[in-house]
């Protein structure tokens, strides 16, 4: 149980366009995902915090404007970034929570790999 | 603000037991403490997760002291599949935002044949 999907799992885009990334619970219905950006080597950095029919959440120095989130069902959020530019290239990892043990745990998707040229 | 402190590398051989400590001495009293595992080009596996004193499951174990001020993951008889980014969260994600949600350096675990 507790399966978040992405899709797509890598892409490859030119500079000045937008890319949709889609993330999924499988299996159960989250009501709050999170949005994260991995930098190799690098530890994952949070971008910002989705929650169902509410605007999502973000953190200090990532541009909502630059990077869309939709969180329009208890299973979907999508993270569009828009005019995207070299430096946008990065691993993106979206995951939803359910309650766990007496707390609320995390689910990770298997990432997004976004390289822009 | 529930920062961790891990060691950056660790190694050991195939078979033995590795036991990766995380320091987070500012812990809340609402703070839960869970543990992922990363490999490379993937996301995050959760691995633990525990409040206080000792949780285990099938694939590992978490020592918790009583002052909370440090956790300790323990895997047993490594294998080389185990080789991976190790990382340690504190905090309730029902708080809102990246201070509930740091993830530190992680230890980067490498088994040795």
């Known amino acids: 149980g507790a399966v978040v999907s992405q899709h797509p799992s890598r892409v490859i885009c030119k500079s000045g366009t937008s890319v949709k990334i889609e993330c999924r619970s499988l299996d159960f219905q989250a009501t709050t995902m999170f949005w994260y950006r991995q930098f190799p080597k690098k530890s994952l950095m949070l971008m910002a915090t989705?929650?169902?029919?509410?605007?999502?959440?973000?953190e200090q120095g990532v541009e909502k404007d630059k990077f869309l989130i939709n969180h329009a069902s208890l299973t979907l959020s999508t993270l569009t970034v828009t005019s995207a530019h070299p430096e946008d290239s990065s691993f993106y990892i979206c995951s939803a929570n359910t309650l766990g043990q007496g707390a609320d745990t995390q689910y990770f998707g298997p990432g997004t790999r976004l390289t822009v040229l | 603000l529930a920062k961790t402190t891990q060691p950056i590398s660790m190694d050991s051989y195939e078979g033995q037991e590795v036991n990766i400590t995380c320091s987070h001495n500012?812990?809340?009293?609402?703070?839960?403490i869970t543990w992922y595992q990363q490999f490379p080009s993937q996301g995050p596996r959760f691995i633990i997760q525990g409040y206080k004193t000792k949780v285990t499951n099938e694939v590992a174990s978490l020592f918790i002291p009583a002052d909370r001020k440090s956790s300790t993951l323990s895997l047993p008889r490594v294998s080389l599949s185990d080789t991976a980014v190790y990382y340690c969260l504190v905090g309730d994600i029902r708080g809102a935002g990246a201070n509930n949600l740091f993830f530190g350096t992680g230890t980067r675990l490498t088994v040795i044949p």
């Open positions: 989705s929650n169902e029919g509410s605007k999502a959440t973000y």
């Open positions: 500012n812990i809340a009293t609402n703070d839960y």
